[in-house]
């Protein structure tokens, strides 16, 4: 069975300071995809990324980054220069290929303050 | 298109009391399934369907049935309600998981008091 730990519960910075959040996972299965979700205060929840294992480039969108290093089995998302819309709660998840279930980490809660 | 949708948005329930939690897509996705979120446990897998008359338990079962007579909706339901199933749920929907195509969507969930 998979395992996914994200072992920050909270993180709280002042805008404009990046944020790493951390991903560890746990599989035997040699193939599977990784995923953050964000969740707004709102609730909804919203897709943000999806990396392949057999892709190992990190990846970056506007002012998100994320370091995906097989070796350690990790996946970390970093926010750079943070705003107050980045408040949310933080998922990574884990999809073995071929396997119908998705496995979330525990969420990591972002604050931003002003 | 609408996406993924839920009813009702909220609901408190006596406990043994049973209703259905409603999700519909209109994105012809073969997979659709049903989470709950607790607090510090992220999502939990409850059941989940590949198709049309397909479904199958997932992580957090017990309690809740389902069935999927259609593409689009998928229904969520609780017989007897208890205070345990106090939780906000999630229903997801995608092509087939486990593929590059197969990232999963959510509707905006449904929150669930039982008292």
């Known amino acids: 069975a998979q395992k996914v730990t994200q072992a920050q519960t909270e993180i709280s910075v002042v805008e404009k300071e990046d944020v790493t959040l951390d991903c560890v996972y746990e599989?035997?299965?040699?193939?599977?995809?990784l995923f953050w979700y964000k969740q707004p205060p709102s609730g909804e929840l919203v897709f943000l990324i999806r990396r392949n294992s057999f892709d190992e480039q990190n990846e970056i969108s506007g002012r998100y980054s994320w370091n995906f290093q097989k070796s350690t089995s990790s996946f970390n998302f970093t926010i750079t220069a943070s705003q107050v819309v980045d408040s949310a709660v933080y998922f990574c998840a884990f999809n073995p290929t071929n396997d119908y279930k998705l496995s979330f980490g525990a969420g990591t809660t972002v604050t931003v303050r002003a | 298109n609408a996406g993924v949708t839920q009813t009702p948005k909220f609901q408190v329930l006596k406990t043994g009391q049973s209703m259905t939690l409603q999700c519909a897509q209109d994105m012809n996705h073969e997979y659709m399934s049903w989470y709950r979120q607790d607090p510090g446990m992220g999502l939990r897998l409850i059941h989940y369907s590949v198709g049309a008359g397909i479904t199958d338990q997932g992580e957090v079962p017990n309690g809740y049935n389902v069935s999927r007579s259609t593409t689009e909706d998928f229904p969520l339901r609780l017989l007897s309600a208890a205070p345990s199933q106090t939780s906000v749920y999630f229903c997801a929907s995608s092509q087939t998981p486990g593929q590059p195509w197969g990232t999963q969507y959510f509707g905006p969930g449904t929150r669930l008091l039982v008292l």
């Open positions: 599989t035997r299965d040699t193939t599977y995809y």
